[in-house]
């Protein structure tokens, strides 16, 4: 069994900063990629930012060069770091990660989500 455990969320004012972090337990022989996804009401979940097991990331357009996501492989934890956040950010945010388990399966795991909420 896996467990994905997220924290980090909460409520910022516009222009704010938060950090959500992701860390992966359980029965894993090894992490691949891991990611960020987000869902706002009344829309699809959609991919905020994911990184490789070697740290090469990739963005979603519309939070390019204000999210940073990196990994702490020792830990099995991912990091998103949320800067100049707009109202617009406001989702609940699921952490994703690709695991290769002890009995060899791959598997795509969900965490249970974290609400940002962004005022203006």
């Known amino acids: 069994q896996v467990q994905l455990v997220e924290s980090g969320g909460g409520l910022v004012q516009a222009g704010g900063s938060l950090r959500l972090s992701c860390a992966a337990s359980?029965?894993?022989?090894?992490?691949?990629?891991m990611g960020w996804y987000r869902q706002a009401p009344g829309k699809q979940r959609e991919l905020v930012a994911t990184?490789?097991?070697?740290?090469?990331?990739n963005y979603a357009d519309s939070v390019k060069g204000r999210f940073t996501l990196s990994r702490d492989n020792a830990k099995n934890t991912v990091y998103l770091q949320m800067n100049s956040l707009k109202p617009e950010d406001t989702a609940v945010y699921y952490c994703n990660a690709n695991i290769v388990t002890q009995k060899m399966t791959v598997v795509g795991y969900w965490g249970q989500g974290t609400q940002v909420t962004v005022s203006s």
């Open positions: 359980g029965s894993i022989f090894r992490l691949n990629a």
């Open positions: 990184i490789t097991s070697g740290g090469i990331t």
